[in-house]
């Protein structure tokens, strides 16, 4: 007889410990980072919580920048402005070029019509809730052209006037006037060079140089906390404003004077229409918001006493109005 076969003992694989002990690395390494950031840098964080949910969640993820950055590709697109408008990024947030020869009348602050509903667009997508913590500074640039008028003696008004009117424009579509900032920089950071290496102009350059630059940077968590107690404050005061602006009821408004009602005696007439005429005396007495002085609520309760020795149920409603009034 043959001897039964010896079982085959199977060791359980261990290799999930690897992966396991990757992840805790990873989220270890996170949490180490968080309690390390002296100044929280935004857009670096949003960096990596979106490459950790890409690498480690396994799920696509847009930072907040990133979206603003494709909505803002989405209005230049909308508006056909592509020719005039370019939308890129730096290290802090996005970055919207604006042609100055296509936004501003020449040697002039004012903007074209055309450029007008193109920023309006755009404050309108700035002025949103996803986008409201997000600073927006202006920058005004000039070519090395020298202007001299009495509007603008050099090209540093010029500059600091054209960022200024797209602030204003901002601020007119609501967008927080605590977000933004207006710069000149006059021709002091060109784009390109505006001469050549013989000193000549060249001007495909100085018209590129030309320019109105919108950086749209997050805000920094101490400016975030700032803003959003500026916020509430501001939403206290309008709420206070708007209370203080409703005119409370008036007198009159409390105490009409009714017609006569049918089927009243005599008696209950002549009551009615010195219950009226108490009201008149509460209406001649009482400020615009219906207060009366203590010494005025004293005098016409004694009149209303007076005439409680004639109170009948046909005038009870008129009794008690004028009682409530006078016990506020």
């Given at each position: 007889?043959?001897?039964?076969l010896k079982e085959e003992i199977v060791e359980e694989s261990e290799d999930w410990l690897?992966?396991?002990?990757?992840?805790?690395?990873?989220?270890?390494?996170?949490?180490?980072?968080?309690?390390?950031?002296?100044?929280?840098?935004?857009?670096?964080?949003?960096?990596?919580?979106?490459?950790?949910?890409?690498?480690?969640?396994?799920?696509?993820?847009?930072?907040?920048?990133?979206?603003?950055?494709?909505?803002?590709?989405?209005?230049?697109?909308?508006?056909?402005?592509?020719?005039?408008?370019?939308?890129?990024?730096?290290?802090?947030?996005?970055?919207?070029?604006?042609?100055?020869?296509?936004?501003?009348?020449?040697?002039?602050?004012?903007?074209?019509?055309?450029?007008?509903?193109?920023?309006?667009?755009?404050?309108?997508?700035?002025?949103?809730?996803?986008?409201?913590?997000?600073?927006?500074?202006?920058?005004?640039?000039?070519?090395?052209?020298?202007?001299?008028?009495?509007?603008?003696?050099?090209?540093?008004?010029?500059?600091?006037?054209?960022?200024?009117?797209?602030?204003?424009?901002?601020?007119?579509?609501?967008?927080?006037?605590?977000?933004?900032?207006?710069?000149?920089?006059?021709?002091?950071?060109?784009?390109?060079?505006?001469?050549?290496?013989?000193?000549?102009?060249?001007?495909?350059?100085?018209?590129?140089?030309?320019?109105?630059?919108?950086?749209?940077?997050?805000?920094?968590?101490?400016?975030?906390?700032?803003?959003?107690?500026?916020?509430?404050?501001?939403?206290?005061?309008?709420?206070?404003?708007?209370?203080?602006?409703?005119?409370?009821?008036?007198?009159?408004?409390?105490?009409?004077?009714?017609?006569?009602?049918?089927?009243?005696?005599?008696?209950?007439?002549?009551?009615?229409?010195?219950?009226?005429?108490?009201?008149?005396?509460?209406?001649?007495?009482?400020?615009?918001?219906?207060?009366?002085?203590?010494?005025?609520?004293?005098?016409?309760?004694?009149?209303?006493?007076?005439?409680?020795?004639?109170?009948?149920?046909?005038?009870?409603?008129?009794?008690?109005?004028?009682?409530?009034?006078?016990?506020?």
């Open positions: 007889m043959a001897a039964p690897v992966t396991y002990a990757d992840a805790i690395t990873l989220l270890m390494a996170f949490f180490v980072m968080l309690l390390t950031f002296a100044e929280f840098d935004i857009p670096a964080y949003e960096e990596l919580t979106s490459a950790l949910a890409n690498n480690v969640g396994g799920r696509e993820a847009q930072t907040t920048t990133q979206s603003l950055k494709i909505d803002v590709q989405d209005i230049v697109y909308e508006m056909q402005a592509d020719q005039a408008v370019q939308v890129t990024s730096d290290e802090k947030g996005v970055v919207i070029d604006l042609d100055a020869n296509a936004f501003f009348q020449p040697a002039s602050a004012d903007l074209v019509p055309a450029a007008i509903p193109v920023l309006a667009k755009l404050s309108e997508t700035l002025a949103s809730p996803n986008y409201e913590l997000y600073n927006i500074a202006v920058e005004g640039h000039t070519d090395d052209g020298q202007i001299s008028t009495d509007k603008f003696p050099s090209n540093w008004e010029l500059s600091s006037q054209r960022a200024s009117s797209v602030v204003r424009l901002f601020e007119s579509n609501e967008v927080e006037r605590a977000r933004l900032q207006a710069r000149g920089y006059a021709d002091t950071r060109p784009k390109v060079p505006n001469r050549d290496l013989q000193g000549k102009p060249i001007p495909e350059n100085r018209a590129t140089n030309r320019r109105v630059v919108l950086r749209l940077h997050p805000m920094s968590l101490q400016e975030r906390d700032e803003y959003m107690l500026a916020q509430e404050i501001k939403r206290e005061r309008e709420a206070a404003k708007a209370a203080a602006s409703v005119k409370p009821p008036s007198a009159e408004e409390l105490l009409p004077i009714r017609a006569m009602p049918d089927g009243l005696s005599e008696q209950d007439r002549q009551t009615k229409l010195a219950l009226e005429q108490l009201k008149r005396d509460i209406y001649a007495a009482a400020n615009e918001s219906g207060q009366l002085q203590p010494s005025d609520v004293q005098r016409l309760k004694q009149t209303l006493a007076t005439l409680n020795e004639v109170r009948t149920d046909n005038l009870e409603g008129i009794y008690a109005e004028i009682e409530r009034f006078l016990n506020r």
